[in-house]
């Protein structure tokens, strides 16, 4: 997770408490640095969903799974997510408020001493669940909309789902719940984003996510509908001025980018070009501590079987079963040639990312992406759209030290 | 570490998601046991052997592959024996004063039909 605006407004942002990759929450620092180095834990803890988006990674289907966990399976593996030290869990599913006792795991969560944070379509939150979910512990909300009402509900095969989703939003900032927006950027969406912010900021909302498709899932299904590295910059780009013309305004909206960090060394660009050079390294240097992709590092995955995955995205393949041995014994366990090399990707990259000056900032973007587009789990992601000056440099550093 | 020997039955004929799932193993070089290396979703065992073959191809000289609903596991440290143990533990009470389901919420599910 990249955000836009700490990078280049010097935004004081609330997010900045938690590390910066960390799931869609924000909060005062308060995370050990032992807990900062493990995985914030996405928990699908449902298949089933109310809608049925067409980009869903987690190919949810308004039917209920077999084999989800019952309650004192799902305690039991929160119990496992706190005797590691997970810092972080976000309930995701499917759609997590399907299950009747979200607000019950939330608070076990909680006092747990893990931090509950929530990914929803945002449709299922009368008031009265969003103020159960406050108090149940629930510091954050992030809640799907991809695209002004018409396109959103096309894409989420529901009519009226737009709708509902700001009603739900609405609902979690009139009891005081910390809320964002996500929204999953595409070729048939792009055109809206902005228009989908301006609407929501007059809403009082002021934290916005922007992802990139990824390629698992029914994300798979529409590799075509992404949008092409050119138009990707473009959007990102977008972003950015949107960004600064909000703030400009005093107007100080949290924006933040998740998915393809060839969006960490676009912002350097960008801020060398719109603030000189003193400013891109500040970029380049705050990126650089943040650490690049985090596949299989700082974010980790469970589906609603159990099985883990190296990114939510990933679900094709997982690293173990939490029903077979706990969730912190297949984390730590590197004798996983996969798990091992995810971890020293360095090493293997090839292609333009082995050589590239932006590495360090973005750690080969996302594998998932290269193994769907290529078969090679090392080749370089499709949807790096830096250029290929950008990419090689001149042969200085890449942040130069203009203010020496 | 291990303080019982009793083992529960693992479930795990449900962790197709959706797609059937095969248990990988992975020998890197001779005199090496195989090595569990985790799970892949695949229809067939054919696929699941390329799908295997994309993430492990570079390191491994063998893959076995194997429907994980096929694996009969028993374990000491299943989640089933643990929310067990837990129960025992709470012995019925939670810790908790406040209820913890919300009226409201508990239905949420009646609410699927958008």
Redo the contacts between chains.
Sequence with gaps: MISISKLLCDLDAEGDGLRYDAADDSEKPQITEEKQQRPVVVWNATRRCNLYCSHCYAGAETEAATGEFTTAEAKSFLDQLADFGAPVILFSGGEPLVRDDLVELVSYAADRGLRPVLSSNGTLITRETAAALRDAGLQYAGISVDGLPERNDRFRGEEGAFDAAVRGIEHCLEVGLKTGLRYTITEANAPDLEGVVDLLVEKGLDRFCFYHLDYGGRGAEIVDADLSPQAKREAIEQVADLTLAYHDRGEEIETLLVGNYADAAFLVEYARETFGEAKARAVYEHLERNGGDPTGERIADVDYQGNVHPTQFWQGYSLGNVRDRPFGEIWDDELNPLLEALRNREEHLRGKCADCQYQSVCRGGSRLRALAETGDLFAPDPQCYLHEDEVRGEGGPVVGGAAD | MVEKARRSA???D??????R?WEVF?R?EEGDPM???????AASGSEAHE?AS???G???ADIWLCPADEVE?Y?T????D???E??DDDNGD???E?Q???E??????E????
């Design positions: 693992v479930e795990s449900e962790r197709g998601n959706p797609t799932q992975v890197n090595r569990h290396v985790g799970s892949v979703a799908h994309r993430l492990f570079w390191y491994a596991r374990s440290r299943g989640l089933v643990t929310a067990q837990r129960s939670d810790g908790s406040e913890r389901v919300y409201e919420t508990a239905g949420a599910s609410v699927n039909s958008l």
